[in-house]
């Protein structure tokens, strides 16, 4: 399974179409559950994106600090 943003989304999309369609009001609430607990996973998945991209910047920009130290250099 595909754990993205965009997956977490389209699932959150498909369980509030099904709950605008439903007829009956426990399916529509059970949909409703659902789209809020995606949109809670999608969020979740963004922001451990976002972390993951600034921790490889970081690592990223120390490297670059450690060859300037070490060599007086830019690499």
């Not at 179409?17 to 009956?24: D, E, G, N, S, T």
């Not at 607990?37 to 990223?60: C, I, S």
């Amino acid at each position: 399974m595909a754990q993205s943003y965009e997956f977490y989304c389209a699932r959150a999309d498909e369980a509030a179409a099904a709950a605008k369609a439903a007829q009956l009001d426990r399916v529509r609430e059970r949909e409703l559950r659902a789209e809020k607990t995606w949109r809670g996973l999608a969020e979740h998945a963004r922001a451990v994106a976002e972390e993951r991209a600034k921790l490889v910047r970081d690592k990223a920009a120390e490297a670059e600090a450690a060859t300037v130290a070490a060599d007086g250099q830019p690499a």
